[in-house]
């Protein structure tokens, strides 16, 4: 099985910076893609930002040029480094991975339980 866990939510004010950290753990052959999703209150599940096994990623136009991820092949970690935060950017965030966990089976998602960000004054 495996396991995501997020960290790094809390409550800042407009304008200001979180970094957001996922690590990724458990029986993993293979992680074909890992990122962030965003669900704010009475809104659907949407994509934040993604990386893919060719390290190539792609980024909600809403966070473009003001959130950044990245991550550590050899820690199983993603992180998400948002500036310049709006108050439509409070969410919950979830981490997800997209994770061959057996030689035997196909690859399929994983998410982790998700972590608060607000943005507020």
């Known amino acids: 099985h495996v396991q995501l866990v997020e960290s790094g939510g809390g409550l800042v004010q407009p304008g200001g910076s979180l970094r957001l950290s996922c690590a990724a753990s458990?029986?993993?052959?293979?992680?074909?893609?890992i990122g962030w999703y965003r669900q704010a209150p009475g809104k659907q599940r949407e994509l934040v930002a993604r990386i893919h096994s060719g390290s190539s990623t792609n980024y909600a136009d809403a966070v473009l040029g003001r959130f950044t991820t990245s991550g550590d092949n050899a820690k199983n970690t993603v992180y998400l480094q948002m500036n310049s935060l709006k108050p439509e950017d409070t969410a919950v965030y979830y981490c997800?991975?997209?994770?061959?966990?057996?030689?035997?089976?196909?690859?399929?998602?994983?998410w982790g339980r998700g972590t608060q960000v607000t943005v507020s004054s």
């Open positions: 458990g029986s993993i052959v293979s992680i074909n893609a």
């Open positions: 997800y991975a997209d994770v061959r966990h057996s030689y035997i089976s196909p690859a399929r998602d994983f």
